[in-house]
């Protein structure tokens, strides 16, 4: 039966595939597809596991048969039997095979998505003990699991197969085999997500998340279509239904029938067309109408990035989040040489273009590790996260700095401090960086210039910029937490995305005196926040004097069109208008341009 779920939009564009549902605690499960010359090999892998499994429960049940009666309660007894009954269940064991033989899934993949479907008849059951033993199933998955991982093949995983949309008639015949896959799961934290640059799924939906949470965030540098915020889509859809992601509108449409399944797929093709047409401005300078020169900059996670931001036609990094070399790492921080060579990659990868480096931004809605939570603060977004949480662990900080001022030396470097609001602040950063060169220059090491920004994203920054102008060599704007603090919103929380409004007049006039501000005092300003990749806002930012965007790079093209067909002169009043409005996103409708 056809069913629609709605959610928040968060990238652009139409995926069409099959569901793979992941539980949050297997998200880091290795998804990637085998070669039929694998498939026997990888089925081998998941018997030797569960034979692993099963001679450790035998092993314990002969234990518990020495034992007496007082030692060993017959409720244990009954446990280790249960074990064993679901580790020899068929149909377990054949669907963990079909997965394999017909879909080319790996075998920890194959067995996760087998659980999947066991688990929600183990849902269904009427009878609360039967109910309950979804949670064995669980634990002996999570054993068999672990014992395959000292099982691994020789071979190292294939490249992951290319997402490329299949025809209509493919779909509608069902074929099995190279489908674009859709994952759908509660929740991926960033680092999860960064696995799914090797392009295995085509598109994600999650039950929870914002339109600015960093999981969307990373959804849109990965340019794959995506909703979050769907609430039930991980217990409404099950494993291998087709879905389709409309991601403009943010609508998942679970068991399409064929006439919608026709209509998306003209839909897809149309939007295929249409970046097409965009990549005819690629090498277009982006010069608005009356002159005006702006810089598109690009933002990226990971030093594998940069390349592909020189060839959507970035002028530069604006924004490296240097976060993801920190995360998922089960606390095991990346030493001095391993940051210095991730940023000299990024540097090297700009080709001579300038690279921004934000130093280390975790807490709030990007832990260091995404298996623990911070249950200790009521409100981890207003606690010890970003340069709070830098300057609270100096090392740490220290090995970071030196780290970039040695990658400096191989290319333009800027340094980016995120979260400052005080003075004192400002003036520790700085002298742990004068102390960082120092330390490099009593080793002997070389090192290279860098010109030191602050990120204004706080209120109390954009009330207080003189101060920030008088230490700090640029300022760049972001816009993401600059909205969650001005308007008390959480933003990776869906139950009030609705009140996450970028055009609400506290923000417009932060934005605006910032700009307005450093254009005054001869300091740079950028804006790396997800307003920079709205087209929508393209025009108010170009009227309100902006003349530097950082965006994830597919967003580059888009924004760079509207830039190409401005007047931004002709802005300036317009802008000033909707400034002074009291509800200016009234204004910002179809014929927003004054021009």
Request: net charge negative; glycine share 8%.
């Amino acid at each position: 039966m056809t069913f629609s779920i709605h959610g928040l939009p968060v990238t652009r564009g139409i995926a069409i595939g099959r569901a793979v549902l992941v539980a949050s605690s297997r998200v880091d499960v290795a998804h990637y597809f085998v070669a039929p010359a694998q498939v026997d090999a990888e089925i081998d892998r998941v018997r030797i596991g569960r034979n692993a499994v099963v001679e450790e429960i035998q092993r314990l049940q002969l234990t518990i048969a020495q034992m007496g009666p007082k030692e060993a309660p017959q409720e244990l007894t009954a446990l280790l039997d249960v074990h064993l009954l679901l580790l020899n269940d068929d149909e377990l064991v054949a669907g963990v095979k079909r997965w394999i033989t017909e879909r080319f899934y790996n075998a920890e993949w194959a067995l996760t998505s087998q659980l999947d479907i066991i688990s929600r008849q183990f849902d269904e059951m009427q009878d609360a003990y039967l109910r309950e033993r979804k949670a064995d199933l669980e634990q002996i998955t999570e054993k068999v699991l672990r014992a395959m991982k000292g099982a691994r093949t020789a071979a190292a995983p294939p490249p992951a197969r290319s997402n490329r949309q299949r025809s209509q008639q493919d779909l509608l015949l069902g074929d099995t085999v190279d489908v674009p896959l859709i994952l759908v799961a509660h929740d991926l934290s960033p680092s999860d997500l960064l696995q799914f640059k090797q392009g295995v799924f085509a598109g994600f939906i999650t039950d929870v998340g914002g339109k600015t949470s960093h999981t969307a965030i990373v959804a849109r540098s990965l340019d794959i279509p995506a909703v979050v915020g769907a609430r039930l889509s991980s217990q409404l859809v099950r494993q291998d239904d087709w879905l389709i992601i409309d991601g403009d509108a943010g609508v998942v449409v679970v068991d399409p029938s064929p006439i919608i399944l026709a209509e998306y797929g003209f839909k897809q093709r149309q939007g295929e067309l249409e970046r097409g047409r965009l990549l005819r401005l690629l090498h277009t300078p982006a010069v608005t109408l009356d002159g005006q020169k702006i810089e598109l900059l690009a933002n990226i996670e990971m030093p594998e990035d940069a390349p592909g931001a020189v060839k959507a036609g970035a002028v530069g990094v604006g924004l490296f989040r240097s976060e993801f070399l920190f995360m998922g790492r089960q606390g095991s921080l990346p030493d001095e040489d391993e940051q210095y060579q991730a940023y000299r990659r990024a540097i090297e990868g700009m080709q001579g273009l300038p690279v921004t480096i934000r130093t280390v931004d975790v807490g709030a809605d990007k832990p260091l590790d995404s298996s623990l939570r911070d249950e200790a603060h009521l409100n981890p977004a207003l606690g010890l996260r970003a340069i709070r949480w830098s300057l609270a662990e100096p090392a740490m900080f220290l090995t970071q700095l030196r780290a970039i001022l040695r990658a400096a030396a191989h290319g333009r470097a800027n340094v980016l401090i995120p979260m400052l609001v005080h003075a004192s602040e400002i003036r520790q950063t700085l002298a742990l960086i004068d102390h960082a060169r120092a330390e490099l220059d009593n080793r002997g090491v070389a090192y290279g210039p860098v010109q030191v920004g602050a990120m204004i994203e706080i209120p109390a920054a954009a009330l207080t910029l003189k101060v920030f102008l008088k230490y700090f060599d640029f300022l760049s704007i972001g816009t993401n937490d600059l909205i969650q603090y001005t308007l008390a919103i959480d933003r990776a929380d869906e139950s009030v995305a609705h009140l996450y409004d970028p055009m609400h007049p506290a923000v417009l006039r932060l934005v605006a005196g910032t700009i307005a501000e450093g254009l005054a005092q001869g300091k740079p300003v950028s804006l790396c926040g997800e307003m920079a990749g709205d087209t929508s806002l393209t025009r108010l930012l170009l009227g309100l004097g902006l003349r530097s965007f950082s965006m994830h790079p597919a967003q580059i093209l888009s924004v760079k069109q509207e830039i190409l067909r401005a007047d931004s002169a002709k802005l300036q009043p317009w802008a000033q208008q909707v400034l002074a409005d009291d509800e200016p996103g009234y204004r910002l409708g179809p014929n927003q341009n004054s021009d």
